[in-house]
């Protein structure tokens, strides 16, 4: 199989932790960076300041576009005069939470670009990621078989079958990390809030919380049964669900928050 080329297009917090999952993973794709303050890059990866710095000898099979939405217009602009006829033989990946597949595609100068939409999360930096994937009608199967592999690299892959499905993707995985790791922040002061030691506290809360993502991601039971194997009927766990499982608490609280996430990414796309 041909190694691809890719032009990483933005090395943030997300597309940096792409970048890291791919060069940390089997077959790392070859990878060219535009970013303008990323200081080191891995061997092997090139890291351009400006659009204007790319060299023609930069053929990208897929561009992975990870800059803020807001500034997708004038990223895709620049790209579109410094690559010229490049732009005809490649695919737009974005990763942003907001711009439509046809926004983006217009941006390029062609209606009919291949642009493929993810919404992956940071957890992919260690191989761990979970990314919703959308192809527009304009990409090629080889071009959508290269998006998965490429993101199937990084973590796990669900292909959904409407644009409009990756802002509930956002609600329930590219968003999410951020809602475990406020867990996590909350349950370490807890630990050292009732006496436990800063580093203890960690430690337990951590260890915790990757057991439980690995018993989700290679145990056959749901989610359910395996919340009811810990809750002994009459024992400590019922007693703190039954201040979670309050209708109030997180039945109305999860559900609001996934809202907020969607109406925030339908503002961004604006
Ligand atoms: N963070 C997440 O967990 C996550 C998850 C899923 C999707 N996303 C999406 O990923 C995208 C990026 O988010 P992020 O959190 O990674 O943001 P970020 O950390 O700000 O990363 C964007 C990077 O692109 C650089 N950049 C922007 N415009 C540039 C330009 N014109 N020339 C050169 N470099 C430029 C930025 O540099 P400066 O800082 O100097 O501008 C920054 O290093 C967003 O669209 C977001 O919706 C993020």
Redesign the pocket.
């Known amino acids: 199989m041909t190694i691809p080329t890719l032009l990483l297009v ?6 940096g932790a792409l970048m890291r999952g791919w060069v940390s993973s089997p077959t790392p794709p070859r990878i060219f960076i ?5 200081q080191d890059a891995p061997a092997g990866c090139t890291i351009f300041r ?1 659009p204007e710095e790319i060299t023609p000898d930069v053929k990208p099979d897929i561009i992975v576009l ?4 807001a ?1 997708a217009e004038a ?1 895709l602009s620049s790209l579109k005069t410094v690559l010229g006829e490049r732009m005809n033989h490649t695919a737009l990946l974005s ?3 907001g711009k439509s597949c046809e926004k983006l595609a217009s941006w390029c100068g062609r209606a009919d670009m291949p642009v493929i939409r993810t ?4 957890p992919s930096c260690v191989g761990a990621g979970a990314t919703g994937l959308y192809a527009s009608p304009h990409v090629s199967q080889a071009q959508k078989d290269l998006a998965i592999r490429l993101m199937e690299q990084v973590g796990t892959v669900v292909s959904v079958p409407h644009e409009e499905d990756l802002r509930t993707v956002i609600a329930i995985a ?1 968003s999410a990390p951020a809602y475990v790791f406020y867990l996590a922040e909350l349950l370490e002061k807890v630990g050292q809030d009732f006496g436990l030691d800063a580093h203890a506290s960690r430690a337990l809360v951590r260890g915790m919380i990757y057991g439980v993502g690995k018993m989700l991601h290679e145990l056959p039971e749901d989610a359910e049964t395996l919340r009811k194997n810990v809750t002994s009927p009459n024992g400590t766990t019922a007693a703190a669900l039954s201040v979670f499982m309050k209708e109030e608490h997180w039945p109305r609280l999860i559900p609001e928050a996934a809202k907020a996430a969607i109406k925030r990414s339908r503002e961004l796309d604006d």
């Open positions: 933005g090395c943030g917090k997300m597309g535009l970013d303008r303050k990323l400006t990870a800059v803020k939405p500034g990223m990763v942003m939470a919404m992956p999360n940071t590219g």
